[in-house]
């Protein structure tokens, strides 16, 4: 059975850090690539990052550039999203997901997580 599992979330202040971890399992995890998406209330799911477990290729919005950094641990089938300098704007439900290699949309991956909540108060 595949799963992907986030964890890590939780209140924080702005300024502030949190880190998410996307713990995989049921399938190849060299072979894939997780994103990190997000969607706050009333607003459109947003690609936040993405790494390819097979090169180590990254990938960041333009939001979250100099502030996330993502990383795998491919011995632990884990993608950790080290997310720094929180503001008021990143909280959001964060979910990972998994596929081929990196998409722009959500829809585009094989897998997906039950999403952990990040709440960042001013």
């Known amino acids: 059975e595949v799963q992907l599992v986030e964890s890590g979330g939780g209140l924080v202040q702005a300024g502030g850090s949190l880190r998410l971890s996307c713990a995989a399992s049921?399938?190849?995890?060299?072979?894939?690539?997780i994103g990190w998406f997000r969607q706050a209330p009333g607003k459109e799911r947003e690609g936040v990052s993405c790494?390819?477990?097979?090169?180590?290729?990254?990938y960041y919005a333009d939001s979250v550039k100099g502030r996330f950094t993502i990383s795998s641990d491919n011995a632990k089938n884990t993608v950790y999203l080290q997310m720094n300098s929180l503001i008021p704007e990143d909280t959001a439900v964060y979910h990972c997901?998994?596929?081929?290699?990196?998409?722009?949309?959500?829809?585009?991956?094989?897998?997906w997580g039950q999403g952990t909540q990040v709440t960042v108060s001013s």
């Open positions: 049921g399938f190849t995890f060299d072979d894939y690539a």
């Open positions: 790494i390819s477990s097979s090169d180590g290729s990254t």
């Open positions: 997901a998994g596929g081929s290699w990196c998409r722009a949309r959500y829809s585009d991956y094989d897998y």
